[in-house]
């Protein structure tokens, strides 16, 4: 495709399918021709996508997750079908710049963190490797709130994504579903039945997901809740308008808003029925595929794999048996097997408080069927695992880890570390029951998104000393580590880090009006705000990295810039007081004449993919500094070593194999392992012990505690330092000094220009391994049993 050619199907799709004229266009517009213009480039290698797996009766894989955190979608489709140039060659001759319209998309938002966007680049890459995968979620009307700060204080507003077109998405009117809820279980022949009182409508929205190069294409079904009826006929001529639309308003409602909490699980109704509508569905829309094409019941483990994304999709254990066997006449303990035969559970997070459980009343009342079930499953399980206890239904709950990993042929978790947590904690007993269940599946990342979309300064120098090879094959940056003692190599590559610090101060002065320097270090902690992740240890590193500063202020600091980024549970009060005081603290740092050439503080407001695609290539130090055992893998770790950002970190998740990848000299470790973690908890009082062997430390909470970042309002932070102080579940003040002195040690690294580039690009030479490619491989080796549908050739 020539530019002329594209510039004519923009064109073309302005006028006719939008119904404007160039003349009174605006961005917007162009945005939406663009993406239209380049969609109709998807369409036929999705179609042909779609005959070749059918022609080839290949085994299709569902990836069920609550959450798909996609971004935009724009540059991505247009980066892997290759048409980047063509893009901005079109928009020079229309007079416009591509980034602007680029960057008019909204980004779609719908997944809370690290599990909804691991599962958009698994999609991803299941695309790239041409292997035949649906994605299923929910089309929540709104994705994640948007965050702002007033008074340093974080403030939630509505996410509206859906206000515009959606220029992505096909609807498919008819592909709908309808889903019950409640009701009773009676008897018919012998057969039990699921008699449900309420229900409503999933319907179907298909984006399409191309890959690299635009050899293949999968579908991203996304599921939207309508009402059975639209009026209640009745109350609507009786007047009662509003009480007449009541049905369809409640309908809605199951796809109305993202639930916002990654942590705590509320036992909300609302989310089960969410959880239920979106599985239910995508399981009977999987069957229906399968029916079309076999007979046999039995095949279908062999032509159909549903990986479950955390628990969140976890009912769909206890559905398909109920769809196998109430309603398709399976034996019980046949249609069980055959269930788990398609089913496999991926485990994210091992924090007590985020492991999915409902009332036993909860789930009698909304999937009564279900119940009964689980009752049977946990049976079965029982009949043949006699020798010990380890259910799904106990203490009046429902418990959804155990549910998920009686019913998976496989149990994954995603990093070495977290898997054998995994097998030594939550589920140790069901371990012991059945070793061969848990494996490991390290996480990964799009290299399309994440290097070549967010980065092309840096890719364009990788393609120029490697060639592109790596962009489908990203092991081959390990092609790079000849080129390390090429000064000219090392020139390019801290010209193009310093391109992206460059645009990112620009940024920052346009939208925050904060003035950097981008000879600083750009130190970037970007994540959910959450204890674990401990985004107060490095707010006290900072407070007292300015108090000795401001003690010794000729001295030869090296000038860093701290950068957060990152959204609390609107309910989450502990984490928005984390969020005030590094705001307060910004506002001390950045006023102070004296110390702020050497040491800023920047929360940037509403982190999301679109920022971090900002910030990633723009980093210098990545921040990892959760407590050990804590975090499940963490998949930005990968992006920021991709992209030439040495980790600072612990020895928790995916960070021990990002060091040991990257190499120990390359990796800046501090800080207790997980078992010392559980061992220092011992001690009652390891904060106070901590406290009292570190004046630094002392120093530090002391002007957390008084009034020192809240001029007039002592008092505000004592929550905090409380909390610290006492407590101190994380060990945070256990950790401070060695992440004080590993922080001096950065510094000294950082200073010596030379060194610095040195080790970033061997960050970058030997983080190949982290791509989600490597990952979906090792799924459809080790749980999916199948693979791509194209050979290399694309035959
Ligand atoms: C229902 C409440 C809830 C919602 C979401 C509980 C837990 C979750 C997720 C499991 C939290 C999550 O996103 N976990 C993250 O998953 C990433 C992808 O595997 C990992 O990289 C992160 O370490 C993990 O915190």
Redesign the pocket.
């Known amino acids: 495709m020539t530019s002329s050619d594209l510039r004519d199907s923009i064109l073309h799709h302005l006028k006719y399918s939008l119904g404007k004229d160039a003349a009174h266009a605006v961005t917007q517009d162009w945005r939406m021709a663009l993406s239209l213009a380049v969609r109709d480039r998807i369409t036929d290698p999705w179609f042909d996508a779609t005959r070749t797996a059918y022609a080839g009766q290949n085994k299709r894989v569902y990836y069920l997750s609550?959450?798909f955190l996609i971004g935009r979608l724009l540059q991505d489709a247009i980066v892997n079908l290759g048409l980047l140039e063509t893009a901005h060659e079109a928009f020079t001759d229309l007079g416009l710049p591509l980034d602007t319209v680029l960057s008019n998309e909204p980004d779609a938002a719908l997944?809370?963190?690290?599990?909804?966007?691991?599962a958009a680049c698994f999609i991803e890459s299941l695309s790239s490797l041409a292997v035949p995968a649906m994605g299923y979620g929910i089309r929540y009307e709104h994705g994640l709130f948007k965050q702002s700060f007033v008074q340093g204080r974080q403030i939630e507003a509505p996410e509206d994504w859906l206000q515009q077109t959606h220029a992505w998405e096909f609807e498919r009117p008819e592909s709908t579903y309808h889903i019950g809820f409640g009701g009773r279980v009676v008897q018919k022949d012998g057969r039990s039945v699921w008699e449900p009182e309420d229900g409503l409508i999933a319907q179907a929205y298909d984006t399409p997901v191309i890959g690299w190069k635009g050899r293949w294409a999968n579908t991203l079904r996304l599921w939207s809740a309508k009402p059975t009826q639209i009026f209640d006929l009745d109350r609507f001529n009786s007047g009662d308008y509003i009480a007449a639309s009541a049905p369809e308003t409640l309908a809605r409602t199951i796809s109305r808003v993202l639930?916002p909490?990654?942590?705590?699980?509320q036992g909300k109704e609302l989310?089960l029925k969410q959880e239920f509508f979106f599985t239910a569905a995508s399981l009977r829309d999987a069957l229906r595929r399968f029916e079309s094409e076999y007979d046999d019941l039995h095949l279908l483990p062999q032509k159909v794999a549903f990986q479950l994304n955390?628990?969140?999709p976890a009912i769909a254990g206890p559905e398909l048996v109920r769809l196998l066997h109430d309603e398709r006449g399976l034996p019980m303990d046949e249609a069980i097997a055959t269930a788990r035969g398609c089913l496999a559970y991926?485990?994210?997070?091992l924090?007590p408080e985020?492991?999915?459980r409902w009332p036993v009343e909860l789930m009698g009342r909304l999937l009564p069927r279900h119940l009964q079930i689980i009752e049977r499953i946990d049976a079965a399980h029982a009949a043949e695992k006699p020798d010990r206890r380890a259910n799904a239904l106990e203490d009046g709950e429902v418990k959804m880890g155990e549910l998920a990993f009686i019913m998976g042929h496989k149990v994954n978790g995603?990093?070495a570390l977290?898997t054998d947590l995994m097998k030594q904690t939550v589920f140790k007993e069901l371990h012991r029951l059945h070793p061969d269940r848990i494996i490991n599946q390290t996480?990964g990342v799009t290299p399309r998104r994440w290097v070549l979309g967010a980065n092309p300064r840096l890719s364009t120098l990788i393609t120029d000393a490697i060639g592109d090879g790596w962009v489908g094959d990203l092991e081959q940056l390990s092609g790079l580590e000849t080129h390390l003692d090429d000064a000219g190599f090392l020139d390019r590559f801290a010209a193009a880090k310093r391109g992206n610090k460059t645009d990112l101060v620009d940024w920052v002065q346009r939208n925050q009006g904060i003035a950097l320097d981008p000879d600083a270090m750009f130190d970037v902690q970007i994540k959910?705000i959450h204890e674990y992740k401990r985004q107060h240890l490095n707010i006290l590193e900072a407070i007292a990295l300015w108090q000795e500063i401001r003690d010794n202020p000729n001295a030869d600091w090296t000038p860093r810039v701290k950068i957060f980024g990152g959204k609390a549970a609107p309910g989450y009060v502990f984490a928005k007081e984390i969020i005030h005081l590094i705001n307060d603290v910004a506002a001390v740092l950045n006023a102070d004449p004296v110390t702020s050439k050497y040491l800023k503080v920047v929360f940037l407001p509403n982190y999301n993919v679109t920022l971090a695609e900002r910030l990633i290539p723009a980093s210098d130090l990545s921040e990892q500094i959760?407590t050990a055992g804590k975090?499940?893998?963490?998949?930005?770790n990968m992006k920021f070593a991709l992209n030439g950002a040495p980790t600072i970190g612990t020895l928790d998740?995916?960070n021990v194999e990002i060091r040991e990848h990257v190499g120990t000299d390359n990796f800046f470790l501090f800080g207790m392992t997980a078992p010392e973690v559980d061992a220092r908890r011992e001690l009652g009082d390891h904060a106070a012990q901590a406290i009292a062997a570190d004046p630094r430390l002392a120093r530090a909470l002391d002007a957390v505690r008084d009034d020192t970042f809240a001029p007039g309002d002592p008092g505000r932070h004592a929550g905090i330092a409380e909390n610290l102080s006492g407590h101190d579940y994380f060990v945070v003040c256990s950790d401070f000094t060695d992440y004080w002195r590993a922080q001096r040690e950065v510094d000294a690294a950082y200073a010596d220009q030379g060194g610095w580039m040195r080790m970033a690009a061997l960050n970058t030479a030997r983080s190949g391994w982290f791509s989600s490619d490597r990952s979906m491989r090792g799924y459809l080796a080790d749980i999916w049993r199948t693979g791509p549908a194209l050979g290399a050739d694309g035959e």
């Open positions: 609550m959450e997944g809370n963190g690290g599990l909804g966007r691991l639930y909490d990654d942590t705590t699980p989310r955390d628990t969140h991926t485990n994210h997070t924090l985020a492991l999915e995603v990093s977290h996480n959910r959760s975090e499940a893998s963490g998949t930005g998740g995916a």
